[in-house]
């Protein structure tokens, strides 16, 4: 059942345990359609654990999560045709060309037939890659293959996008080229933007940044809002990344789980 709710994204009192570990601690939040949201946190923080329980891979503990108003437990389903996810691991197929890619995505999805080839034309179309559609994805560059999942991640037309580090390992040209595509889409899709990035400085034009530790919100706000809650140590302008380093301080973490791993298990999923 759909609650009515402005939000795209909302999260109520959310809990996951797992045994003696609590890898998300009593979190509530919301995002607003058409906003664009930063969830930051080192690894381990429990950013993984959330970004699983609203893509309907996990099932919390305790707590509500809705999406577009489906619940995530209760609206699965629709909370799937809601998301669109971009995870920073290439999940191509490397030997289809992109229209092949695309068109396997549709049928996953259980897209209308009569509607795919002109959905994926405007797809292709949008991303400036129409021109190289029956390519092998494997023979396009590292800039058109993320442009591709972006791409991918848009074609079923979400009302939220996941994008799980997109840019991780694109030279600066490409990544400015990456986000001026992004903001283009938000502005002809009107698609919110669920943003995870280690590169702090991809969330300096976010409408609202949500920074995670140790399973607990532990700052929300808006990026000028944050950066007030900080002295920089050098007599400037704090950045986000000393706002980050203050609150979650300089310990290096381990890295839990892999975004190919999440892809996998959202592609499984869908064929339930």
Known sequence: MRINNESAITVERLVKKYKDLTAVDDISFSVKKGEFFAFLGPNGAGKTTTIKILCTLVRQTSGDAYINGYNTIADKKEV????????????????????????????????DKSAVKERIDYILNFIDLYGYKDKPVKLLSGGMKRRLEVGRGLLHSPSVLFLDEPTVGLDIQTRINMWDFINRLRKEEQTTVFLTTHYIEEAEN????????????????????????????????????????????????????????????????LNR
Request: one cysteine or more; glycine letters at 8%; charged letters at 30%.
């Open 206 to 269: 976010c409408d609202k940044i949500a920074i995670i530790d140790n399973g607990k919100i532990i700052a929300i706000d808006t990026p000028s809002a944050l950066k007030k809650m900080v002295e920089s140590g050098r007599g400037e302008i704090p950045t986000l990344s000393d706002v980050f380093i203050s609150l979650v301080g300089r310990e290096i973490r381990e890295e839990n789980g892999s975004a190919t791993d999440r892809m996998r298990e959202f592609s499984k999923v």
């Open 80 to 111: 799937r045709k809601s998301i669109g996810l971009v995870f920073q691991d290439p999940t191509l197929d490397n030997d289809l060309s992109a229209y092949e890619n695309l068109n396997f995505h549709a049928k996953l999805y259980g897209m």
